[in-house]
Every structure is written in structure tokens, then in C-alpha cells.
T-cell receptor, first 111, second 110 residues
């Protein structure tokens, strides 16, 4: 069965520091992978997606993610975090018509 | 461009009352439509998805139902709300690869 694991429930970083949010998936074939961001009381916004090709994908707001098949991972990164990046982040894998989400990582940014 | 509308944004309902949340998509045809629920501090739970008019798949047995009376309209309903139905409800659509969300409805059942 397909599943997505986000090991970190909550992460705190200082503004200007680098960020890496972890995502591991379980899926038999080549996955389609996504990262979403959710601000409080809002819907989810697509940050980036991976379907095939270059394993390093660029997204909006300065985020990037790297697909590593050997590690079944799709970690999200940002070189320098801004206070406005504080939000909930979700990793997702899609198979057929169904999207499977991780439980999310809550990011706090301190000045 | 495609847009998705979901309403109301917030709703407070007494236990035992009915529910109807509506979602419409513009700018696309024959989208797959989804209803998710997000409990406080938790991830997304897929409730229903639809690949076409009148075609509804339920992921979790519960007090809710869904209907798709038109190609771009998806409705989430309940005849009698329970306290446990409280949460943040999200409608989403996809055509091909990618899932796009509405702004959500915060439902409080008191």
C-alpha cells in the first residue's frame, strides 16, 4: 500500500537559517510526489512536484526538493528561511486518482 | 485559468442538525473532485472522491455523504451532525497530475 511519512511533527528554525523537511514514501513504482504548504485557516498551496526527469525540482517561494529513489525520500529544502515561511507543510504521493498525504510538519520561524 | 470555490468559510452547527457544503470548479471539464477533512493538528483524511457525475467513492465509513450533481459541483452532506464531525473540510480538484485545493470550511459542531 502507498504511504507517506513525515518524521518531524514540528521544526523550529531561525530566520535566515537553512531548512530541510523530510518526507519518505512507500510506493512500488515511480511515484509522483508533491509538497504543499498550508497557512492557518487556509487551503493547501502547491509548492512543487516531481513526476520524472531531473531529481532536483524547483518550486515557488524559493523552495526545492530532491527525489532520491535509493532512500525513498523527497525532502524539501530552502537555503534561507523567511518569517513568512512559518506554516504547515505536507508531502504527498499520487497513484491513479488518489493522493496520499503525510501527517504534516509544522514550521516555526524565530527572529 | 481554473479556480475552485468552496463555501461557507466557517460554519457553526448544533449536534443533530444537517450539513451541506458546496464546492464548484471553473475553467476545466471533467475534473476529479475530492473532499478531505483535517482535524486540529492532524493531517488530511480523504473522505470522498469522484471521477465523474454521480460517481462517488467513499474512503471512510462515517456520518457523511457526497454527491456530484453536475460535472463541476461537489457537495458534502450529513443528515445529523455529530460532535466528531468538527474539523476543517477541504475540497480539491485534479485533472491529470496535480491536486488543487479550495480555501476550506471550518466546521464547528456544538
Amino acid at each position: 500500500a502507498q504511504s507517506v511519512t513525515q518524521p518531524d511533527i514540528h521544526i523550529t528554525v531561525s530566520e535566515g537559517a537553512s531548512l530541510e523537511l523530510r518526507c519518505n514514501y512507500s510506493y512500488g513504482a515511480t511515484p509522483y510526489l508533491f509538497w504543499y504548504v498550508q497557512s492557518p485557516g487556509q487551503g493547501l498551496q502547491l509548492l512543487l512536484k516531481y513526476f520524472s526527469g531531473d531529481t532536483l525540482v524547483q518550486g515557488i517561494k524559493g523552495f526545492e526538493a530532491e527525489f532520491k529513489r535509493s532512500q525513498s525520500s523527497f525532502n524539501l529544502r530552502k537555503p534561507s528561511v523567511h518569517w513568512s515561511d512559518a506554516a504547515e507543510y505536507f508531502c504527498a504521493v499520487v497513484t491513479g486518482n488518489q493522493f496520499y498525504f503525510g501527517t504534516g510538519t509544522s514550521l516555526t520561524v524565530i527572529p | 485559468s481554473q479556480t475552485i470555490h468552496q463555501w461557507p468559510a466557517t460554519l457553526v452547527q448544533p449536534v443533530g442538525s444537517p450539513l451541506s457544503l458546496e464546492c464548484t470548479v471553473e475553467g476545466t471539464s471533467n475534473p476529479n473532485l475530492y473532499w478531505y477533512r483535517q482535524a486540529a493538528g492532524r493531517g488530511l483524511q480523504l473522505l470522498f472522491y469522484s471521477v465523474g457525475i454521480g460517481q462517488i467513492s467513499s474512503e471512510v465509513p462515517q456520518n457523511l455523504s457526497a454527491s456530484r450533481p453536475q460535472d463541476r459541483q461537489f457537495i458534502l452532506s450529513s443528515k445529523k451532525l455529530l460532535l466528531s464531525d468538527s474539523g476543517f473540510y477541504l475540497c480539491a480538484w485534479s485533472v491529470g497530475r496535480g491536486l488543487f485545493f479550495g480555501s476550506g470550511t471550518q466546521l464547528s459542531v456544538l
